[in-house]
């Protein structure tokens, strides 16, 4: 996984600028503000500190669907050139407005990576590692501040600090993080895909993964080409070929999968559950992780999150330990010829070329994603084409007791990707067919079956038989077209992903699962912004020169101005322990736990600064129990609330909407960015320090309460995965409402 930790380092090189900036700014303004006179005019000494807020907000409400439209790679590439003129126009500035115009260039170069750098890592990144990479933006935006502060610093103590210089400074690093994104960063392969760039997605896939087999994320990544769809959940025992699992709920042989490992002679079957396979209700079963009380609260998406996390076997799974890798086994299984009567079509013998030099490459995807067609969108499909699943002939074959082929595939955090084809006879005599896609997920393991939220009924089954307990999330194949079925019966009809998504629209944002997205996104951005870390950061020098630090810090000389930019620098050394600890965490303690662990802490922290403003005690006491209380609200401040809301967007919307609904989010943050910053001078002369506190308090309260009852766990899951589950969620409580 080396060639995704470093994409993403080098990728969150964009938020270490928007680190840099905001700290450089911070001390540049108290010399700008000199050269300019502009101490009789705070509205103008205010607009060159916020013009980069408001160029962010400006921008950000086109990143989305142009990163949809020219890709991700473009944007950080414009974001970098952004950055790097508005340090050269800095450094030249000969008045005020031409400084205010540098400054809403930059804001233009952070609101691109502000919005895009975590949408580009949670696409490229492997969902096992990918809270930790998706926290490297916070930790990389720390250090530039630091680095900044100090640089800063050590300018305040010449004779005649330069802000030009401290500012100019920026083209620097930029200019490094420019050549990163044009020779180094490749592009998103989610993207690639969406946009039937098949060839060039598996070489970065490839690339990224330090292997050649990246057949299952490369059929994940077609199927997360859809937006909503009928979605439901079974539930399967699979176990070898040969063991009779005796079990009433087990419907008919004809139903089973047989899957096939990557040994000779090595088989296992797949039979569903009936009774309670269709039924999305689980926290309605026991062994749910909150009372019956609670549950009618608590959105049934966080539930059915939740059964599929507290049940993951600790081990793993012993019996297909290399589930994975399927698909390698091609020479030792024999081909299935003739399995589709209707259309006489054979899969022996058939050598469908792929066009030009991506021949060889497609011929080793080993797994269903395309047709004979080509693969480039370059050429004209063959109309007769889009049945076949020849690519299967490359891999070893799941195949269902009538015959159908189906492949299996592991895609990351425990999940397998599987397909069957079904036929049926309609009462005039007609075959139809339907081609699902299945996410399986092993649910328990026979020691820990008691308590299984999605455990069958009826009682235990023996523990000396061999067999896993598997959730399956069934829905049509995004490759399925059933007008295609009609007009070439050659197989389950597959399309070219370039048919599949014809580009982003604004009407998908109103899909259900879509729609509970982006109400979980939105409302964690809002509550993070009042949540108080504004406040906190205006009040920390002063809270710290109440400590005596403004005292040691002139005895050693120094002035006013660089005692501040050192306090500041110290404040922001603190938070990087804690991102370090965030970042070994966010996968292991997941998003959610962090969440709900580290949010009492700022509660508290909050609590007793108020305390320390109302109640009268010794300056000594005041100042040590206002600097620990700011210390723990920073440090646990930047190990949840800091980074998750990016990382749990950058998530939980669907490939071919991602990019605007991040958008949407990211405007939310900048607006309420804007409304808090300049509502907090407001504050201080209405309600005073202790109610400004207060309030803060009461809003990480109500952030709390909304986490526990509305944000889902998503450690360690595939993205498509977890869109499946927003969907299926969503039509839950549409279902709920109904009823």
């Known amino acids: 996984m080396n060639g995704a930790v470093l994409v993403a380092v080098a990728a969150a090189i964009g938020n270490m600028l928007q680190g840099w900036d905001n700290a450089t700014i911070a001390g540049a303004v108290l010399y700008i503000k000199k050269e300019f006179k502009l101490e009789s005019a705070p509205t103008i000494e205010g607009l060159i500190v916020a013009m980069s807020l408001i160029g962010a907000t400006c921008i950000t409400t086109c990143s989305g669907g142009i990163s949809d439209w020219l890709g991700r790679r473009p944007m950080l590439i414009i974001s970098s050139v952004l950055y790097f003129l508005s340090g050269l126009v800095m450094v030249w500035s000969p008045n005020v407005y031409i400084l205010l115009l540098a400054r809403l260039l930059d804001g233009f170069g952070i609101g691109l990576a502000v919005t895009l750098v975590p949408v580009y890592i949670s696409e490229t990144a492997p969902p096992e590692i990918r809270g930790l990479l998706n926290t490297l933006p916070q930790f990389t935006g720390s250090i530039g501040m630091f680095l900044s502060y100090c640089m800063v610093f050590g300018m305040s103590l010449s004779e005649l600090p330069s802000w030009r210089l401290m500012l100019g400074v920026l083209s620097i690093p930029s200019l490094a993080y420019f050549g990163l994104t044009v020779f180094y960063l490749p592009e998103s392969p989610r993207w690639l895909v969406s946009k039937g760039r098949m060839n060039e997605a598996k070489a970065v896939l490839q690339r990224l993964r330090g292997r050649e087999d990246v057949a299952g994320e490369m059929a994940l990544l077609v199927e997360g080409l859809g937006v909503g769809g009928e979605t439901s959940i079974e539930e399967y025992i699979i176990g070898p070929a040969n063991d009779d699992i005796e079990d009433e709920d087990i419907s008919a042989d004809k139903d089973r999968i047989k899957l096939y490992g990557p040994e000779a002679g090595q088989s296992w079957v797949a039979r569903p559950v009936t ?10 079963r026991h062994g749910s992780v909150v009372s019956q009380s609670a549950q009618r609260l608590v959105d049934p998406l966080v539930t059915l999150f939740g059964s599929i996390h507290e049940k993951v076997p600790e081990q793993g799974s012993t019996l297909f330990p290399h589930f994975g890798s399927m698909f390698s086994m091609g020479g030792n299984q024999a081909r299935h010829e003739e399995w589709d009567e209707e259309g006489g079509a054979t899969m022996e013998g058939e050598d469908y070329a792929a066009d030009g030099p991506g021949n060889e490459s497609d011929d080793n995807l080993h797994s269903p994603l395309i047709s004979r067609q080509a693969t480039s969108m370059d050429k004209d499909i063959v109309p007769n084409a889009h049945g076949s ?45 339907e081609f699902k896609r299945i996410y399986l997920h092993q649910e328990t393991v026979p020691e820990s079956r008691h308590g299984s939220v999605v455990s069958l009924p009826g009682g235990d089954v023996p523990a000396d038989t061999e067999y896993v307990q598997a959730a399956a999330l069934v829905s049509q194949s995004a490759l399925y077209s059933s007008e ?12 070219h992903p370039a048919e599949t998504v014809k580009g982003p629209s604004w009407t998908d944002i109103f899909e259900p699962g879509v729609k509970h997205a982006l109400f979980v996104g939105i409302g964690i951005q809002i509550l993070q912004q009042f949540s108080g870390i504004n406040g ?10 109440q400590a005596g630090v403004g005292v040691l810090l002139s005895n ?6 660089s005692a501040s930019l050192l306090i500041s620098g110290i404040t922001t050394l603190l938070m990087l322990p804690s991102i370090a600890v965030a970042m070994r965490l966010m996968d292991i303690a997941g998003r959610r736990s962090l969440l709900l662990n580290t949010l009492p802490v700022l509660i508290i922290s909050l609590v007793v600064l108020v305390v320390a403003s109302v109640v009268k005690m010794g300056s000594v006491v005041h100042a040590s129990i206002s600097t620990v209380s700011v210390v723990l609200y920073f440090c646990f401040f930047v ?17 071919r909407v991602r990019g605007i609904c991040i958008a949407i989010c990211a405007l939310t943050f900048w607006i309420c960015d804007i409304i808090v ?3 907090l001078p407001l504050l201080l002369k209405s309600v005073g320090l202790a109610g400004i506190f207060g309030m803060y308090a009461v809003v990480c309260v109500i952030s709390w309460v909304f986490v526990f009852l509305k ?3 998503t450690k360690g899951m595939p993205l498509e995965v977890i869109t499946e589950f927003f969907a299926v969620g969503a039509k839950q409580i549409a279902a709920t409402k109904d009823n």
């Open 275 to 284: 009774g309670h396979g269709s039924s999305i209700g689980l926290a309605s």
């Open 389 to 433: 699943l020849s690519s299967l002939r490359h891999g070893s074959l799941m195949q269902s007791t009538t015959g159908e082929p189906v492949g299996s595939m592991g895609i990351g955090g425990g999940w397998q990707l599987a397909w069957k084809w079904t036929e049926k006879e309609t009462p005039e005599g007609k075959k139809e067919g």
């Open 484 to 495: 295609l079925v009609k007009q070439h019966p050659v197989g389950p009809a597959m399309v």
């Open 536 to 545: 906190v950061l205006y009040y920390t020098p002063q809270i710290l020169e």
């Open 556 to 561: 050693l000389g120094l002035s006013s101005s």
């Open 639 to 655: 190990m949840g609330f800091g980074p998750i809301p990016n990382i749990l967007c950058a998530e939980i919307f669907p490939t």
């Open 677 to 679: 910053t300049y509502s």
């Open 711 to 713: 944000v889902p766990e």
